[in-house]
């Protein structure tokens, strides 16, 4: 049976995948407690399957009968592996299942697979709300792992109710936070609590400080535009269940998300003020008196160090009105400044 299930999910046979997932799931009991005594082979095989199968959910769900079973009497490993596949919705006991699970996340060496599969089940138990309370701090931090999260996911296909976002805002830590929307924006899924994501990023993302979060956030939306781009005929190849209308609502979602966050910038950057006036008065401050033709003159640094701050940031969230601003503004005022005539040297100072 396991050479079966194997063949299965290297042949990417879906169809097949799907209607043997009963079996499968009756297996997982013996797979973990082999797994438990050294032979982990099987469970491996079962958990290549299920990945293999690019379902939100591959264990049976009447796998609940038996899953605290499971859960209780498996490594911390195999607890952390299983559990991205397992129904927590439909658990009797999940509160203490949640408990075990990450009690056994502060057990397991860091890999990349351990990150995304613990990252998976936050983002699911996390969408019950009546979990939240089980989920401390040190849980939370994981995402600041930013593991990179398959095209089907159910974590993230859950993991961006309107609850979800406002219990990571509260958690007022900035760096959890980002993570937490790099993690959960992708060209794969919808975000549910959208228009709550659009107000945290107006009021957690502004500020002088935040420029750097704020380039990661447009880096990330420009990477999932980029692939939305390629077309609807692209991404389906990478996951069957993708849905044309899904497609058209993260097309307008992900572009709004990088207009507000665009819109964030250049209020910082001006005060709220019109970009074009805020450096016109920067550029009219650069006196323009006439000097000795033996000293060689730099035009004053703030200009230079506003645009200084600009290259800081990744040159893709310029926004075409500042552009215009800086161009013509600085090319009308160095037009109309004295010639300086070429200095024979330069002075020391």
Request: hydrophobic share 40%; aromatic share 10%.
């Given at each position: 049976?396991?050479?079966?299930?194997?063949?299965?999910?290297?042949?990417?046979?879906?169809?097949e995948?799907?209607l043997?997932?009963?079996a499968?799931?009756?297996?997982?009991?013996?797979?973990?407690?082999?797994e438990?005594?050294?032979?982990?082979?099987?469970?491996?095989?079962?958990l290549?399957?299920?990945?293999?199968?690019?379902?939100?959910?591959?264990?049976w769900?009447?796998?609940?009968?038996?899953?605290?079973v499971?859960?209780s009497n498996?490594?911390?490993?195999?607890?952390?592996?299983?559990?991205?596949?397992?129904?927590?919705?439909?658990?009797?006991d999940?509160?203490?299942?949640?408990?075990?699970?990450?009690?056994?996340?502060?057990?397991?060496?860091y890999?990349?697979?351990?990150?995304?599969?613990?990252?998976?089940?936050?983002l699911?138990?996390?969408?019950?709300?009546?979990?939240?309370?089980?989920?401390?701090?040190?849980i939370?931090?994981?995402?600041?792992?930013q593991?990179?999260?398959?095209?089907v996911?159910?974590g993230?296909?859950?993991?961006?109710?309107?609850?979800?976002?406002?219990?990571?805002?509260?958690?007022?830590?900035?760096?959890?936070?980002?993570?937490?929307?790099?993690?959960?924006w992708?060209?794969?899924?919808?975000?549910?609590?959208?228009?709550?994501?659009?107000?945290?990023?107006?009021?957690?993302?502004?500020?002088?400080?935040?420029?750097?979060?704020?380039a990661?956030l447009?880096q990330?939306?420009?990477?999932?535009?980029?692939q939305?781009?390629?077309?609807f005929?692209?991404?389906?190849?990478?996951?069957?269940?993708?849905?044309?209308?899904?497609?058209?609502?993260?097309?307008?979602?992900?572009?709004?998300?990088?207009?507000?966050?665009?819109?964030t910038?250049?209020?910082?950057?001006?005060?709220?003020?019109?970009?074009?006036?805020?450096?016109?008065?920067?550029?009219?401050?650069?006196?323009?008196?006439?000097?000795?033709?033996?000293?060689?003159?730099?035009?004053?640094?703030?200009?230079?160090?506003?645009?200084?701050?600009?290259?800081?940031?990744?040159?893709?969230?310029?926004?075409?009105?500042?552009?215009?601003?800086?161009?013509?503004?600085?090319?009308?005022?160095?037009?109309?400044?004295?010639?300086?005539p070429?200095?024979?040297?330069?002075s020391?100072?």
């Amino acid at each position: 049976m396991t050479q079966k299930v194997k063949t299965m999910a290297e042949a990417k046979n879906l169809e097949e995948l799907y209607l043997k997932r009963k079996a499968i799931s009756t297996l997982l009991p013996y797979a973990t407690w082999q797994e438990l005594i050294g032979q982990p082979e099987m469970l491996g095989v079962l958990l290549y399957a299920a990945r293999a199968s690019k379902m939100l959910r591959f264990v049976w769900h009447q796998a609940k009968q038996f899953a605290s079973v499971i859960l209780s009497n498996a490594t911390p490993q195999a607890i952390i592996l299983i559990s991205p596949h397992i129904p927590w919705d439909l658990l009797p006991d999940r509160g203490d299942l949640v408990q075990q699970w990450a009690a056994a996340t502060s057990r397991v060496p860091y890999t990349e697979e351990v990150a995304q599969d613990v990252v998976d089940t936050l983002l699911q138990i996390v969408s019950m709300s009546n979990l939240l309370p089980h989920i401390t701090i040190d849980i939370w931090s994981w995402l600041t792992e930013q593991p990179s999260l398959p095209p089907v996911c159910a974590g993230r296909y859950f993991g961006t109710q309107q609850h979800v976002v406002e219990a990571v805002q509260k958690l007022e830590d900035i760096e959890i936070l980002k993570s937490y929307l790099l993690v959960t924006w992708s060209e794969w899924d919808t975000l549910d609590g959208f228009h709550e994501i659009c107000v945290l990023v107006d009021e957690n993302f502004g500020g002088v400080g935040m420029g750097h979060h704020r380039a990661d956030l447009i880096q990330r939306l420009d990477h999932i535009l980029d692939q939305l781009d390629q077309g609807f005929e692209y991404l389906i190849q990478y996951n069957p269940y993708f849905r044309e209308e899904s497609f058209q609502s993260m097309k307008y979602q992900y572009q709004r998300l990088r207009e507000e966050l665009l819109e964030t910038h250049i209020k910082t950057i001006t005060g709220g003020s019109n970009p074009s006036v805020v450096l016109l008065c920067i550029l009219t401050q650069v006196e323009t008196h006439r000097v000795s033709c033996h000293v060689y003159v730099c035009f004053s640094s703030p200009i230079v160090l506003w645009l200084e701050y600009l290259s800081l940031m990744d040159n893709t969230i310029l926004h075409p009105k500042l552009h215009f601003a800086i161009t013509h503004t600085a090319h009308y005022t160095l037009s109309h400044a004295p010639i300086i005539p070429q200095p024979s040297y330069v002075s020391s100072r």
